[in-house]
């Protein structure tokens, strides 16, 4: 008898006839194993060993997917917002320089930082959705360039677009598809709606920056 030690390590095994096996390498979790002088193993012994056999095949890929979701986001470490607006490392202190993509309450979000500041695309998506919620580009933490938000059924809420944190023009519209409100040459109104219906903000802009 051998006793099997070390979950982790590969199991090899080549199959002469039905129950028939030659172990060329055995591991296990501390089960021990008993083979006829035949290398035959016992009904019971080979029952329990298809069992293991079987997590090996089906259960550890699963494990091994599950924790590849974790390591596909782009920066497992998580930056540090400070007062005027930089972004840290938490454990070097030194401005943060790169994507930080994670999962929070169900809800992803995904931002490009350079040099310590939001720069780049930015994007939201509804909790436990791959329906985009709202995108925007930033420069040094201001909004340049093209911002859409969308209804959870993709249906486009909000377009804009800004120049170096100064809104130029919008369009809103309801989740009919009605055109809900305009500003033009930075001036005018962005009336919001949440998908039932239901008045979510307005804002009032004049010559790009927000009054209200």
Same mark, same amino acid.
């Given at each position: 008898m051998s006793k099997l030690s070390?979950?982790?390590r590969l199991w090899s095994i080549r199959w002469r006839r039905k129950n028939l096996v030659k172990l060329e390498r055995l591991l296990g979790n501390g089960i021990i194993m008993s083979l006829y002088p035949s #290398?035959?193993?016992?009904?019971?012994e080979t029952r329990h060993?298809?069992?293991i056999y079987s997590f090996i095949l089906y259960f550890i890929p699963i494990?091994?997917?599950g924790c590849g979701s974790v390591r596909d986001l782009s920066n497992p470490v998580r930056p540090e917002p400070t007062e005027n607006g930089m972004y840290i490392h938490p454990a070097t202190k030194q401005p943060f320089d790169g994507v930080y993509d994670v999962v929070e309450n169900g809800e992803r979000l995904k931002m490009?930082?350079?040099?310590?500041?939001?720069?780049?695309l930015w994007?939201?998506? #509804?909790?436990s959705s791959k329906q985009l919620k709202s995108e925007w580009n930033l420069i040094r933490n201001q909004r340049h360039?093209?911002?859409r938000t969308w209804y959870p059924n993709g249906r486009l809420m909000m377009e804009a677009t800004f120049q170096n944190g100064k809104l130029l023009s919008a369009k809103?519209?309801?989740?009919?598809?009605?055109?809900a409100s305009t500003v033009i040459d930075g001036t005018g109104r962005i009336v919001l709606f949440h998908a039932d219906g239901e008045k979510r903000r307005e804002s009032i802009y004049k010559a790009g920056i927000k009054t209200n």
């Open positions: 070390n979950i982790c #290398y035959s193993l016992s009904e019971k060993f298809m069992k494990l091994w997917i490009e930082i350079k040099g310590g500041w939001p720069t780049g994007q939201r998506w #509804y909790p360039g093209l911002q809103t519209w309801t989740m009919s598809g009605a055109v």
